[in-house]
Nanobody, 123 residues
Framework: QEQLVESGGGLVQAGGSLRLSCAASGRTFSRYAMGWFRQAPGKEREFVAAVSWSGVNTYYAEPVKGRFTISRDNAKSTVYLQMSVLKPEDTAVYYC????????????????WGQGTQVTVSS
């Protein structure tokens, strides 16, 4: 079983950068594909990015392509989301999630979730 804890959120001006981290406590982190999702007030949760269990393959939602980078360090049981050129519309609570082996853009297919970290981008 994986427990996930996000960190790194905060307030940043438009055009700025933040790096989110998600630390996992289980012993089988390397067997999980990891995803980042976000939910803005009044909106549905949406897929942001995912990385395969090996870290070789990455996937991004269109709105963040070219601005966000997902990566993982299996030795540290941590997944990262580097966010650059942030826009006010990136404001949301960001969640990391884990599912066995194969990534998915559907949050319903993820087994474990963190508590979320708030990202606020001011204009």
């Amino acid at each position: 079983q994986e427990q996930l804890v996000e960190s790194g959120g905060g307030l940043v001006q438009a055009g700025g950068s933040l790096r989110l981290s998600c630390a996992a406590s289980g012993r089988t982190f390397s067997r999980y594909a990891m995803g980042w999702f976000r939910q803005a007030p009044g909106k549905e949760r949406e897929f942001v990015a995912a990385v395969s269990w090996s870290g070789v393959n990455t996937y991004y939602a269109e709105p963040v392509k070219g601005r966000f980078t997902i990566s993982r360090d299996n030795a540290k049981s941590t997944v990262y989301l580097q966010m650059s050129v942030l826009k006010p519309e990136d404001t949301a609570v960001y969640y990391c999630a884990a599912r066995p082996l194969v990534w998915s853009a559907s949050g319903k297919e993820y087994n474990y979730w963190g508590q979320g970290t708030q990202v606020t981008v001011s204009s």
